[in-house]
């Protein structure tokens, strides 16, 4: 595995501290992590300096707001040129109900997940919307039957 020289272990400890609980002020992060407050303080200015640390973001709960049906949908693309597939890159970052979306190798272009109210809305998405732009040519959808494992921590 790959390291990063410029993070050392302090720096590791307050990555997998901050991903549990984003809210932590300085000086609960430096005593979690062993450090002084100034010094975490700096510590997390230079990660979210270097890109490392992102914005803050609270999780919500899918299903406690109506978006409890999530699809893994494969798509194909109708051409591979360049200005189709940033058409279509650029429609998935615009499109709120698309929430990851991976260019993959082998029999399939992208792999998306969605989200959708339930089944009738993520039909209306995928026959209306999806399918109608002009760069996918078709689409294979399957629904996740419940969630196992959801995680947004990083193994630091």
């Not at 279509?88 to 615009?94: H, K, N, T, Y």
């Not at 969605?114 to 996918?136: C, K, N, Q, T």
């Amino acid at each position: 595995m790959k390291s990063n020289p410029a993070i050392d272990d302090i720096d590791k400890r307050i990555l997998k501290e901050l991903q549990v609980d984003a809210l932590l002020s300085h000086a609960e992060l430096a005593e979690r992590v062993g450090s002084s407050p100034a010094s975490c303080w700096r510590r997390v200015k230079a990660l979210e300096h270097a890109g490392i640390l992102g914005p803050a973001v609270r999780l919500l709960d899918a299903g406690k707001i109506d978006l409890g049906v999530n699809v893994l949908c494969n798509v194909r693309m109708r051409s591979h040129a360049r200005a189709s597939i940033e058409e279509f890159e650029d429609f998935v970052a615009r499109r709120a109900e698309i929430m990851d979306c991976y260019s993959m190798s082998g029999d399939w272009d992208y792999l998306l997940r969605i989200v959708a109210v339930d089944v009738a809305d993520y039909e209306h998405f995928l026959m209306r919307i999806l399918l109608g732009h002009p760069s996918v040519a078709t689409a294979s959808s399957h629904f996740a039957l419940s969630q196992t494992k959801y995680s947004t921590r990083l193994p630091v």
